[in-house]
């Protein structure tokens, strides 16, 4: 007489037979590694085969492989799928031990959904559970996990975001949120990894009001990862390449450094896998913006000589046309010049503006307020879109979602009540001053 089953493994038979009904899925991710790491925690000897079933150690390396993992960060697919190979592998070396393991089948199943999802092929490079042998010294991500395992930082790697647009708006690398002029070459970021300098030239003539018509970028030389790279755009020229006429840094089937064209001749972006930065160019009417993520600890690696930087700094108080915590205090005095000469465009009232960027923004946070004094400004309708495309930007490359959208009770001020009002009450002091 033969031996009788374990429990698992009539437990895991009963779904094989039922398998025609195709209606039926697999747990989501989440779902499935609780449910995993659940039942890994039953009592030695429960659900086994005769030989070890090893389906949670499989587990247990996978979720330690992609804990670290961040969707918004460049390269987590090409890293997710490693992880998913490697769990696959897993798998299928203890497929044997177990046959009968309800658990294993689930997981069978829910790793073959995320390939699908993350359109990962099964052929290619895994991940391996020891960190020193995946080390990759120009891909940011990993030698940073590297540090953790070798009992450094045992924290993930704290991202800012910088990005200026429209006439300008700086956002600093700490949220603070500025109107300049800062007409001419200026700095936002000179470190010891990376410089990028933006030329501001005046909008309109009579205002101070200036906007971005040329942006520099070096990513400077970095060991084996890549060579020094000089990128360039001007109004009008918005390449997809390098200023020596390559699109990528560094050696190697996957780039240290590359270059993708989103829409031909208005938007580009550069991914820097050796130092976990990715840069945003656009250029919306005649004007360019720039929206950039980098880790802490990179952006703040510059000398005392490289103190100015705007998205450190912030814009030099004798530069800003704000009240400092940007309210645009000079709205009513930025219309009076454009109004006196014949403009190249069609006048926005208050309503009319308001009514035109409330159809892009529906949040009247910053960027809203920012496309109102824009319109006020300039009579650009382009710079709308720029206001927009600003705010998708933060979205996609700003790492903390409660400060995509800055209100103006953060501190930081609509652009138009303060002014408004205080424009409204000079009048109504120089009507009593007259009647009295």
Same mark, same amino acid.
């Given at each position: 007489?033969?031996?009788?089953?374990?429990?698992? @493994?009539? &437990? *895991?038979?009963?779904? +094989?037979?039922?398998?025609?009904? =195709? /209606?039926?899925?697999?747990?989501?991710? !989440?779902? %499935?590694?609780?449910?995993?790491?659940?039942?890994?925690?039953?009592?030695?000897?429960?659900?086994?085969?005769?030989?070890?079933?090893?389906?949670?150690?499989?587990?247990?390396?996978?979720?330690?492989?992609?804990?670290?993992?961040?969707?918004?960060?460049?390269?987590?697919?090409?890293?997710?799928?490693?992880?998913?190979? @490697?769990? &696959? *592998?897993?798998?299928? +070396?203890?497929?044997?031990?177990? =046959? /009968?393991?309800?658990?294993?089948?689930? !997981?069978? %199943?829910?790793?073959?959904?995320?390939?699908?999802?993350?359109?990962?092929?099964?052929?290619?490079?895994?991940?391996?559970?020891?960190?020193?042998?995946?080390?990759?010294?120009?891909?940011?991500?990993?030698?940073?996990?590297?540090?953790?395992?070798?009992?450094?930082?045992?924290?993930?790697?704290?991202?800012?975001?910088?990005?200026?647009? *429209?006439?300008?708006?700086?956002?600093?690398?700490?949220?603070?949120?500025?109107?300049?002029?800062?007409?001419?070459?200026?700095?936002?970021?000179?470190?010891?990894?990376?410089?990028?300098?933006?030329?501001?030239?005046?909008?309109?003539?009579?205002?101070?009001?200036?906007?971005?018509?040329?942006?520099?970028?070096?990513?400077?030389?970095?060991?084996?990862?890549?060579?020094?790279?000089?990128?360039?755009?001007?109004?009008?020229?918005?390449?997809?390449?390098?200023?020596?006429?390559?699109?990528?840094?560094?050696?190697?089937?996957?780039?240290?450094?590359?270059?993708?064209?989103?829409?031909?001749?208005?938007?580009?972006?550069?991914?820097?896998?050796?130092?976990?930065?990715?840069?945003?160019?656009?250029?919306?009417?005649?004007?360019?913006?720039?929206?950039?993520?980098?880790?802490?600890?990179?952006?703040?690696?510059?000398?005392?000589?490289?103190?100015?930087?705007?998205?450190?700094?912030?814009?030099?108080?004798?530069?800003?046309?704000?009240?400092?915590?940007?309210?645009?205090?000079?709205?009513?005095?930025?219309?009076?010049?454009?109004?006196?000469?014949?403009?190249?465009?069609?006048?926005?009232?208050?309503?009319?503006?308001?009514?035109?960027?409330?159809?892009?923004?529906?949040?009247?946070?910053?960027?809203?307020?920012?496309?109102?004094?824009?319109?006020?400004?300039?009579?650009?309708?382009?710079?709308?879109?720029?206001?927009?495309?600003?705010?998708?930007?933060?979205?996609?490359?700003?790492?903390?979602?409660?400060?995509?959208?800055?209100?103006?009770?953060?501190?930081?001020?609509?652009?138009?009540?303060?002014?408004?009002?205080?424009?409204?009450?000079?009048?109504?002091?120089?009507?009593?001053?007259?009647?009295?």
């Amino acid at each position: 007489m033969g031996r009788a089953a374990p429990f698992c @493994a009539a &437990a *895991g038979a009963e779904p +094989r037979r039922r398998r025609p009904h =195709r /209606g039926w899925r697999s747990p989501p991710l !989440a779902a %499935l590694l609780l449910l995993l790491l659940g039942l890994g925690g039953l009592p030695a000897g429960y659900c086994q085969q005769p030989t070890q079933c090893r389906i949670q150690k499989c587990t247990t390396d996978f979720v330690s492989l992609t804990s670290h993992l961040n969707s918004a960060i460049d390269g987590f697919d090409s890293e997710f799928c490693k992880a998913l190979r @490697a769990y &696959a *592998g897993c798998t299928q +070396r203890t497929s044997k031990a177990c =046959r /009968g393991n309800l658990v294993y089948h689930s !997981a069978v %199943l829910g790793i073959n959904d995320l390939m699908s999802q993350r359109n990962c092929s099964k052929d290619g490079p895994t991940s391996s559970t020891n960190p020193e042998v995946t080390h990759d010294p120009c891909n940011y991500h990993s030698h940073s996990e590297a540090r953790e395992h070798q009992g450094g930082d045992q924290s993930p790697p704290t991202y800012l975001f910088c990005g200026l647009f *429209g006439d300008p708006h700086l956002r600093t690398f700490n949220d603070h949120f500025q109107t300049c002029k800062v007409e001419g070459a200026w700095p936002l970021i000179d470190n010891n990894y990376l410089s990028v300098q933006v030329t501001n030239v005046p909008v309109v003539p009579g205002s101070s009001a200036t906007a971005t018509n040329k942006i520099t970028i070096i990513f400077k030389s970095h060991h084996e990862c890549t060579d020094q790279k000089v990128y360039q755009a001007v109004t009008d020229d918005l390449p997809a390449a390098f200023v020596d006429g390559t699109t990528s840094g560094g050696d190697g089937e996957i780039k240290s450094l590359h270059i993708v064209e989103k829409v031909s001749g208005h938007h580009v972006e550069m991914h820097a896998r050796y130092i976990g930065t990715t840069v945003y160019v656009r250029q919306l009417g005649r004007y360019l913006t720039l929206a950039i993520r980098m880790p802490k600890n990179l952006a703040m690696a510059y000398e005392e000589s490289q103190d100015l930087q705007l998205c450190v700094n912030g814009c030099p108080v004798s530069e800003r046309i704000d009240d400092g915590q940007g309210q645009v205090s000079a709205i009513m005095g930025q219309m009076l010049p454009r109004a006196a000469l014949a403009p190249a465009w069609p006048g926005y009232t208050l309503e009319t503006a308001t009514t035109q960027c409330h159809e892009k923004m529906p949040v009247k946070d910053i960027y809203f307020h920012s496309c109102v004094f824009d319109l006020l400004t300039t009579g650009d309708a382009n710079f709308t879109a720029a206001a927009h495309s600003a705010l998708e930007d933060v979205e996609a490359l700003h790492p903390r979602k409660e400060r995509w959208h800055l209100f103006p009770s953060n501190g930081i001020g609509g652009l138009m009540g303060s002014s408004i009002l205080s424009v409204s009450l000079r009048l109504v002091c120089l009507i009593l001053v007259a009647f009295l």
